[in-house]
């Protein structure tokens, strides 16, 4: 039959496509990894540069993921529940990250943050609080690339579950934060969680934003994540740089894993 | 008076939902507010319940003003078209959801929804999720949920809308009765003419944002205050320039006083009625007859008859 014989030509294109896109690569850094055996691979990630590297992503993705939970969740809210002139804007403003390069997103907060010549960042810095090549900065620039992925979950559900059980919930007593803890939340729990992982997987891995914000510095005061690391040791042809692209890449794929047979599970109940 | 609504306007843009309306709604009533979609009668019902601020007017419950209200602090009972069911729960937890705010004692709590869900024979289905059930198991447990606080109105926002023809029969019928047991005051939206006419005590007609007219079930249908009355509420067809209903049209085969002559142009038949119509000069009315009458009068297409409306 000539439609079964398309149609298994289509499927070919699309197992080798995504074959060579996402199959071989991870391959290839696997064996990359195992290959250069147990003992390079506990010096490339226990010496105390690619310690305090892991130190500063878990940091980093962690505290990016709380903030856009809170804020992704208000922001969510807003788009959804209220009417105000320019929400149209804001709701196409909050996919602007993932337009926009994160080297630019980058260097839009030095404009803002930069301690010499920044708006803001020459008063924080003589208040003693450093944005930019530290911390602070490092976790608003990834979740500054990372916020529409959370949102891109939960407004839809937000949108599709309207206010009839808000509404119920408040003829029945409920005030705000009562609706908000009893029905709300439950309603978006599984996209949130999702979102959240998403979150998580994207600040785990982020490079370009960072790369900008921290200075990349290693050393004492260092601002050095797992990825610049990564990086750094590729470009020095140092060893170590595929031991910690794979964990980078094991830390992921769990993630999105343990979320998929959670969604499955659910799905299934 | 239960409910006293006075002088309540609502606009949307420049749409006018309510226009000046009063509405005053007996203790322990069953009321209907009936209109065609869009005519303001679910407005009316949620500026009542206060999920909607009215832009002028005042609405009093018992004798005291909500107006400017919360809804969640006015302890009505609301009951929404789709159900507005909390999926996340059981059918259990979502009767027991209002007890719970009001942080009533758990054994309290559970005798009340057991009575409640025993009431709306939902007993065997306290631990599903609403998910699980029909839509017209969805909507008594709605009910169930609204009539655990105790409120001092039930308000329902086209109840049975949703449902299919069948099952909203069932509980038209059935809520009738449950009205009977309880006597909570209540108001329902409607836009079906039959369902008003079936369950209410009293009906309101609404149309562009005005009361057309407020009366008894039989006051509405037989004494309309107007032609959009008399049409909304049942079948009409028009004779010498009047609206009359078609069962009201008697039908001769002999010149009568007072009556018209006219051709029978068709013969239908809908079950156990006939629709005869028929040519009367520049106009064609029907009439609805039984099939007895029909075959009494031996009515055929091309027969010659004299119609009378019936006063």
């Known amino acids: 039959m000539a439609s079964g014989r398309n149609a298994t030509v289509l499927r070919s294109i699309a197992v080798v496509y995504v074959a060579l896109l996402v199959f071989v690569p991870l391959v290839v850094v696997t064996s990359e990894t195992l290959g250069a055996g147990w003992s390079v691979f506990w010096s490339a990630v226990s010496n105390e540069q690619a310690v305090t590297a892991f130190r500063l992503t878990i940091e980093t993705a962690a505290a990016a993921v709380a903030v856009n939970a809170v804020f992704g969740t208000g922001v969510a809210l807003l788009l959804t529940r209220s009417r105000f002139p320019g929400r149209r804007l804001l709701s196409a403003l909050v996919d602007l990250p993932i337009s926009v390069s994160p080297i630019v997103a980058g260097l839009a907060l030095i404009l803002v943050y930069g301690p010499v010549d920044g708006w803001l960042g020459p008063y924080l810095h003589g208040a003693g609080i450093d944005i930019i090549f530290a911390l602070p900065g490092m976790v608003l620039a990834t979740a500054f690339v990372s916020l529409p992925l959370l949102l891109r979950e939960v407004v839809p559900v937000l949108a599709e579950e309207g206010v009839d059980q808000e509404q119920a919930a408040r003829v029945l007593g409920a005030n705000g934060w009562q609706r908000f803890v009893r029905i709300t939340v439950p309603t978006i729990r599984p996209a949130l969680l999702y979102g959240i992982v998403l979150t998580l997987a994207r600040s785990i891995g982020e490079f370009g934003a960072i790369r900008v914000v921290s200075g990349n510095v290693s050393g004492a005061g260092q601002t050095q994540t797992v990825p610049l690391l990564a990086v750094e040791r590729l470009e020095r042809f140092q060893p170590g740089a595929y031991q910690l692209a794979f964990i980078l890449m094991i830390t992921s794929m769990l993630t999105i894993l343990v979320v998929f047979f959670r969604r499955e599970s659910l799905a299934g109940a | ?311």
Request: proline share 5%; aromatic share 6%.
């Open chain 2, 1 to 311: 008076m239960s409910i006293e609504a006075a002088g309540i306007t609502k606009r949307f843009g420049n749409f006018v939902a309510l226009n000046g309306v009063d509405l005053s709604v007996a203790d322990g009533r069953l009321t209907a507010l009936l209109g065609p979609s869009g005519g303001g009668k679910s407005t009316l019902l949620r500026i009542i319940g206060g999920l909607d601020q009215p832009d002028a007017g005042t609405v009093h419950i018992n004798g005291r003003d909500t107006t400017a209200l919360p809804a969640q602090h006015r302890n009505v009972g609301f009951v929404f078209q789709h159900y507005a069911a909390f999926k996340h729960l059981s059918v259990y937890r979502n009767v027991a959801f209002g007890l719970e705010i009001r942080k009533r004692p758990k054994d309290e709590i559970r005798r009340r929804v057991s009575e409640l869900l025993e009431l709306v024979h939902l007993e065997q289905f306290a631990d599903r999720l609403p998910g699980q059930l029909s839509g017209g198991q969805r909507q008594r447990m709605a009910l169930a949920r609204a009539l655990a606080v105790e409120p001092s109105v039930l308000l329902l926002d086209e109840p049975f809308g949703a449902l299919d023809a069948q099952v909203r029969k069932e509980l038209r019928s059935w809520l009738r009765r449950l009205h009977d047991d309880m006597h909570v005051t209540t108001v329902f939206v409607t836009h079906d003419q039959e369902e008003a006419l079936e369950v209410a005590d009293e009906i309101v007609v609404i149309n562009h944002g005005r009361v057309e007219q407020v009366g008894s079930p039989a006051d509405v249908y037989d004494r309309p205050a107007n032609d959009f009355v008399m049409t909304f509420l049942g079948p009409v067809t028009q004779l010498c320039g009047r609206l009359v209903r078609p069962h009201d049209l008697e039908v001769f085969t002999s010149d009568t006083a007072d009556a018209v002559p006219a051709t029978v142009s068709r013969l239908q038949r809908v079950g156990f009625e006939v629709r005869a119509e028929m040519i009367a000069g520049d106009e064609q009315p029907w009439a609805q007859l039984t099939r007895g009458q029909a075959e009494a009068l031996g009515l055929q297409p091309g027969s010659k008859v004299w119609l009378r409306a019936l006063e």
